[in-house]
Every structure is written in structure tokens, then in C-alpha cells.
């Protein structure tokens, strides 16, 4: 309890909230790092995932490619990245991670979202004389929504808790909050750190969720 107790008080610190170093301009870079992530993942992976989708061609090769993503460690890929020219990007290697560990998701959730509708409307869409981007458009990916949104809500989610590597490679966000607690042996840093990006990520999940809940009836998948 005294670790919890002393986390707590560090948190409660309101020096520890101000300045370059605060909590509040680490909690903006962690933001921003994700927002970017998760948008150029949603640009790589989506129009893939819709494509193959409305075609039936080619999906299942590109999951299973992409899935091999979540089989390696993103902090290996961090590192491997750091040893190449990408390195000297900046936050080019640990973007380049990031994206990588968030497609597999998106790309997923989208195909099986869109294999998911049903033939007999996509049928009857292209009796009525739609064309095949009409389809797409007004039959298909409305009606695959749901499983497109709940893909990028796993993928956001997950970019917050990982964005934490950042920090390794010299980067911000709030796992460099974590990175100085261990720098500095303190405990309670390290403790409240995590419980930071934790928290962080609940809000991300319920912004999702209350999203969801005030979204049309046909992107909740019900009429």
C-alpha cells in the first residue's frame, strides 16, 4: 500500500502536471503520436481491406500477411528499425512500429466486415443497375460499419498502451514519465505512469463506445 499510497501522491503533485516535462505535455504528445499512428494505419490498411472485401479476391493472403504483425514483438521492431537509416528520422521509427502493430486489426476487422454482408443484398443492389463503386459505397460499407469502427476502436486502443516505446527511442509521450521513474528508481513514478496510460486508454474506449452509441442506426448495424 505504501507504493500505491506514494503514487498517488505523486500524481496529486501539482508540479509534477506543469512545465515541458509535466504530465499534461506528455499526455499531449501521447495523443498526438497515437492520432498520427492510428491515421496513417486507417489509410494503408482501410482501402486494402474494402478493396479485397468488394472484390472477394486476395483477403485471406492479406490477413494472414498482416497478421504477422501481432507475431512480432514491436518493441523488436523498434529496435531493428533504430539500426537502419529509418533511424534517423526522428519519431520515424517508432511511428513505423506503431503502424505496423496497428494494421493487422484494421485490416482484419474491415475484410471479415465486409465479407460479412449478405450476398442476396449485394444482388439486389446490382440488379437496380449499381454500378460496382456504387455498391461499395451505398450497399457494402454502410453495412460493414460496425466492424470497420470496432477495428479501428481495438487499434486505437492498443496504440495507446504501446505508444509507451516511444520513450526507448528517445521520443515523448507518457512513457517517458514511466522511463524516468526507472531512471531515477522511484517506484511510485514508474506505478503512476503505467496507471496514466491505463486511465488514458479507458477514456479512449469510452470515447469509442459513446461514439457508437450516438452513431446513426445504420452504423450500429441495427435499422
Known amino acids: ?42 489509410l494503408i490498411a482501410l482501402p486494402v481491406a474494402l478493396v479485397l472485401g468488394h472484390l472477394g479476391r486476395g483477403g485471406a493472403l492479406a490477413v494472414n500477411i498482416s497478421n504477422v504483425g501481432r507475431a512480432v514483438p514491436t518493441f523488436a521492431v523498434l529496435v531493428l528499425l533504430l539500426l537502419t537509416p529509418v533511424g534517423r528520422w526522428g519519431e520515424g521509427p517508432t511511428v513505423v512500429a506503431l503502424v505496423l502493430f496497428a494494421v ?40 460493414s460499419f460496425p466492424m470497420v469502427l470496432n477495428g479501428v476502436r481495438i487499434a486505437a486502443v492498443q496504440l495507446v498502451a504501446t505508444a509507451t516505446i516511444a520513450a526507448l527511442a528517445g521520443g515523448g509521450g507518457l512513457g517517458r514519465i514511466i522511463t524516468a521513474g526507472f531512471n531515477l528508481a522511484s517506484t511510485p513514478q514508474v506505478v503512476a505512469g503505467a496507471v496514466l496510460v491505463a486511465a488514458f486508454a479507458l477514456v479512449v474506449e469510452a470515447v469509442f463506445e459513446c461514439a457508437e452509441r450516438m452513431a446513426p442506426a445504420w452504423a450500429r448495424g441495427t435499422r
Not at 503520436?33 to 496513417?40: D, E, G, H, M, P
Not at 471479415?112 to 443492389?125: H, I, K, L, N, Q
Open 1 to 42: 500500500m505504501t507504493t500505491l499510497t506514494e503514487a498517488w501522491d505523486w500524481l496529486s503533485d501539482p508540479a509534477n502536471w506543469s512545465g515541458t516535462d509535466g504530465v499534461w505535455q506528455r499526455l499531449l504528445q501521447h495523443l498526438v503520436l497515437t492520432v498520427v499512428c492510428l491515421a496513417v494505419s486507417c
Open 104 to 143: 493487422p486489426p484494421l485490416l482484419t476487422n474491415a475484410y471479415v466486415g465486409m465479407r460479412e454482408v449478405d450476398p442476396s443484398t449485394v444482388r439486389a443492389a446490382r440488379g437496380m443497375g449499381m454500378t460496382g463503386r456504387q455498391v461499395l459505397f451505398r450497399v457494402e460499407l454502410p453495412l
